[in-house]
């Protein structure tokens, strides 16, 4: 081996699954084409202040209209992977009730495209597009939702059953609890702090009937969810940030990887008590049998590491992209500290890839025999780029960061390594092409391939080529 490229290439395992993930609200565009119903996102994107720039997701980077020019720079890439996302409300507008053929027959033609090009399908039915009839009627905070996704999931293995290598059914319900419902940055807007808690439970039984409803279906591909973690640390070894960190991780982690893979809920310290009665009330009498499916693979999200501090912090968010004032925030009794010793992306996210490795060991600990293989779903990063590709972009720093971080979960799970014993099946960038990164609207780029927004122009930049490179390494 004689490039850091061979190097990473020899670390590969045969078998190991490289590709790049993309998610159908922020790449598709084509919001009122061929009968798609709104969601909740192009709801919350028309009220001001919403998005960095106000900006409409409702181009987007077109790529309902590119799809296969978007598949033809995936092809040539040579990964064998391509994680992408059905939109709930373009096959079946209402969230209930008539599918929409013209819908469904997008998707189909899509994995055609994908299968031609010898590319495994991996396909994530929920990535945050609730159907908006659905959101007027509680979306989340309702147990219904997750009675329709259920049926819509089953309706997506009956007809792409044959065809996908994977299902992931829920992308990030963490996200959507804390961001949508509990603070107000992503749709629907609402700001209940912890009476955004029965989200919780519904996202997680969604994703119970929707592995059962899939398998029901008898899909041949494997079945998962993936899940947002972040190593949590408390920023001082005082006793107030500890406690604070503790319950932060039990939030942000344990409330959403322990009932999935042990079968119930994590033990409530006293002083979070009152505070997570609102969870409690939503759960019923068998619903923890249904929400710990077989899972046949553990979708991981990693970004980055989390530090947390106690007292309420300064109202502000780095992830909204507008570091906007959330009042929100001022409500909760512990904040999100920096990490002074990392350099960070253009969300201000630490890049510490090292922490890969711990989140890999964590998992490991915490859930043992009970912990299936895990694909890393979501990984990668972004830096201020211009908005127009007028000269190449070299965004070395991208190719730094999935570089050290691709290396350090090889590393870890190897013999010997602190992850040892952990089966990491493969590895999936975030993300194909720039894209509508949700409440910082085109702001921050996360793509292998510039967009331009007004051109719709695609152009590699120059970690496109350098996973090109790699996967050409392997053969
Ligand atoms: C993920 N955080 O969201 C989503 O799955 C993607 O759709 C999104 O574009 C991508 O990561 C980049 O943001 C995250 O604050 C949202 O830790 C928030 C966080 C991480 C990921």
Not at 269 to 290: E, H, V, Y
Not at 339 to 349: A, I, K, S, V
Request: hydrophobic share 40%; charged share 20%.
């Amino acid at each position: 081996p004689r490039t850091a490229v061979d190097r990473l290439a020899a670390l590969l395992p045969r078998d190991f699954s490289l590709g790049v993930a993309t998610a159908a609200f922020q790449i598709e565009g084509a919001v009122d084409d061929d009968g798609r119903g709104p969601s909740g996102w192009d709801e919350f994107a028309r009220k001001p202040g919403t998005i960095a720039g106000g900006a409409s997701p409702a181009v987007a980077a077109d790529h309902y209209h590119r799809m296969e020019e978007d598949i033809g720079l995936v092809e040539r890439l040579g990964v064998d992977a391509y994680r992408l996302s059905i939109s709930w409300p373009r096959v079946q507008p209402d969230g209930r009730g008539p599918w929409n053929e013209k819908g469904w027959a997008f998707y189909d033609r899509l994995l055609d495209v994908l299968l031609a090009a010898g590319i495994r399908p991996v396909v994530t039915l929920y990535h945050w597009d609730t159907p908006l009839p659905l959101e007027h009627d509680g979306g989340w905070l309702a147990r219904a939702t997750a009675e329709r996704f259920a049926d819509y999931a089953a309706e997506a293995g009956r007809r792409f059953g044959d065809r996908v290598s994977q299902w992931v059914t829920v992308n990030e319900p963490v996200t959507v609890t804390l961001n949508g419902y509990g603070l107000g940055i992503h749709a629907p807007g609402r700001e209940l702090l912890f009476g955004a808690l029965p989200c919780v439970h519904h996202q997680l039984l969604a994703h119970g009937l929707a592995a059962q409803a899939l398998r029901a279906a008898g899909v041949v591909g494997g079945v998962g969810i993936t899940n947002l973690h972040a190593p949590v640390f408390p920023k001082s070894r005082h006793p107030l940030d500890r406690l604070h960190a503790g319950v932060f991780d039990l939030i942000f982690n344990r409330l959403y990887a322990d009932p999935v893979l042990l079968g119930r809920y994590p033990r409530i310290p006293w002083l979070a008590r009152r505070d997570f009665r609102p969870l409690a009330a939503a759960i019923r009498p068998g619903d923890l049998r249904i929400i710990r499916q077989p899972l046949d693979f553990y979708g991981l999200n990693y970004y980055y590491p989390m530090r947390i501090a106690a007292g309420s912090g300064p109202g502000s968010a780095a992830s909204t992209g507008h570091h906007s004032h959330l009042p929100a925030l001022k409500r909760l009794p512990f904040h999100l500290a920096e990490f002074p010793e990392f350099p960070r992306t253009g969300f201000g996210w630490p890049i510490a890839p090292g922490h890969i490795a711990i989140q890999l060991a964590e998992l490991r600990r915490r859930y043992g025999p009970a912990l299936p293989p895990i694909v890393v779903t979501e990984n990668g990063a972004s830096f201020p780029e211009p908005d127009r590709a007028d000269t190449p972009i070299d965004d070395g720093l991208r190719i730094g960061y999935l570089a050290s971080h691709l290396e350090a979960a090889l590393l870890a799970v190897r013999p010997g390594g602190p992850a040892e014993g952990v089966r990491l099946l493969g590895w999936f960038v975030w993300t194909l092409l720039d894209n509508f990164e949700w409440a910082a609207g085109y702001s921050q780029r996360f793509g292998l391939v510039h967009v331009d927004f007004e051109t719709l122009e695609r152009t590699p930049k120059a970690s496109y080529e350098w996973l090109r490179r790699l996967n050409a390494a392997r053969r």
